[in-house]
């Protein structure tokens, strides 16, 4: 696992997952709330020694997936924080098998301080989360980037940047990053 401390309050944990020949790895995202409580967006297969670095950024609140494709590590996961409420978007329990609480609405304790987008038209019924106080955007699967290293399939699709972005150009999602 890598960790990364994007602002006071947001830091990613990189987890190796490769499948098709390519690492993508399973990034974990921790939102802390004003008050110290976090949510931690994407589950993984955590460590003894994650699970104390979650511990040591502020005190776990939630555990909450954001698509219906995030199920890889749901199983490994849920163990960890066993006694959290697990958020995910409708469909997911049925999806993963693991029992979840609908992300619509998101709790009340996050009012002010992160806010819930769900994207429409995408089957996997996919939520983007403003942190506002960092002015985060945390995504799940609406955007894929590549390293200029990377081989294989990315190839394909972009083979000057190896980049591949799935770009949803939505005037909701425009109005939720201009809100204040």
């Not at 990034?27 to 994650?50: C, K, Q």
């Amino acid at each position: 696992m890598s960790w990364r401390q994007i602002s006071d309050d947001v830091a990613v944990m990189s987890f190796p997952w490769r499948t098709l020949g390519i690492d993508f790895k399973r990034n974990v995202t921790l939102l802390r709330l004003s008050d110290g409580r976090l949510i931690i967006h994407s589950t993984a297969p955590f460590s003894r020694e994650d699970v104390a670095a979650i511990q040591r950024f502020g005190e776990p609140a939630w555990l909450v997936e954001a698509t219906l494709m995030h199920d890889t590590f749901a199983k490994e996961g849920r163990p960890a924080f066993p006694h959290l409420p697990y958020l995910a978007p409708d469909g997911f329990e049925k999806v993963s098998g693991i029992s979840t609480q609908s992300l619509d609405p998101p709790p009340s304790h996050w009012a002010g301080e992160i806010d819930v987008l769900r994207i429409d038209g995408n089957r996997m019924n996919e939520h983007t989360f403003f942190h506002r106080r960092s002015h985060t955007l945390v995504v799940a699967d609406l955007f894929f980037s590549f390293p200029a290293e990377t081989r294989g399939w990315p190839g394909f699709f972009c083979p000057e940047s190896h980049v591949f972005a799935a770009v949803i150009w939505d005037q909701r999602l425009l109005s939720f990053l201009d809100d204040p």
